[in-house]
């Protein structure tokens, strides 16, 4: 979804039949209006899980909108970041609204989910790894939020336990921070082999957000991408 400079994306699976986010934007990405003509035009009644790959704000914000009138069922966030003051405020979020927020997936997330176990600016960092049903020769979806650096992008791909990719299927891949260039090495695009790149960034944001370098590399490796500043807003959802 076009959040603006954040990241969040919906999840459908026909496989079990369950609706989820990835991340959810910043607070102020849109209304509670909009957020709920989003739900309606989708059919979707309630969320069965939430996964936030850190508490950033552009990228957990967007529940304060959502948590009065959406059924949540469980937010995962990696350790220790409910003791932080934003995991304190969604605690008290779930609280208020009657959903569970937990460290770590279990018993909430069907997809494969990873966190490195550092301290310090994004050095907690979650990243998921989604094998979807529905698509003709499947689907899988690999988000490392905003992981930084080689070594930290390695550790989150070898703890999803990645493997090569099927020939029949299509993997898409979400540029780690939103495009920075001290993320997505060749060395990474390389061992994720994606066959679309997805960018989650704000039209003319003030990061330079996705960086030349991080397009550059794409391009060298003549990997097609799709951008949220370019594909549309809130209310439209990529195929």
Known sequence: ????????????????Q?????DAGPERAATSAEWLELFARQRMTKLDWVVLTHLDEDHWGGLKKIAPWMQIRCVVVPGGLLLTPHGRELSSLGMRWGFRVQEG????????????????????????????????????????????????ETTLLRSLGLG???????????????GSRYSNSLEILRQVAPDEVWISAGFNNPYGHPDVESLSRLNDLKMSWKATFSEGGLKKIAN
């Open 1 to 16: 979804l076009d959040v603006g400079q954040g990241d969040a994306a919906l999840v459908w699976d026909s496989r079990t």
């Open 18 to 22: 369950t609706a989820g986010l990835i």
């Open 105 to 152: 997936p279990q018993g909430c997330f069907f997809g494969q989910w990873a966190a490195l176990g550092g301290v310090g600016r994004n050095a907690a960092m979650a990243g998921v790894w989604l094998r979807l049903g529905g698509a003709k020769n499947g689907l899988e979806y690999i988000n490392l939020g905003d992981a930084e650096g080689s070594r930290a």
């Open 164 to 178: 090569p990719k099927r020939a029949s299927t299509l993997r898409i891949f979400k540029l780690a921070h939103h």
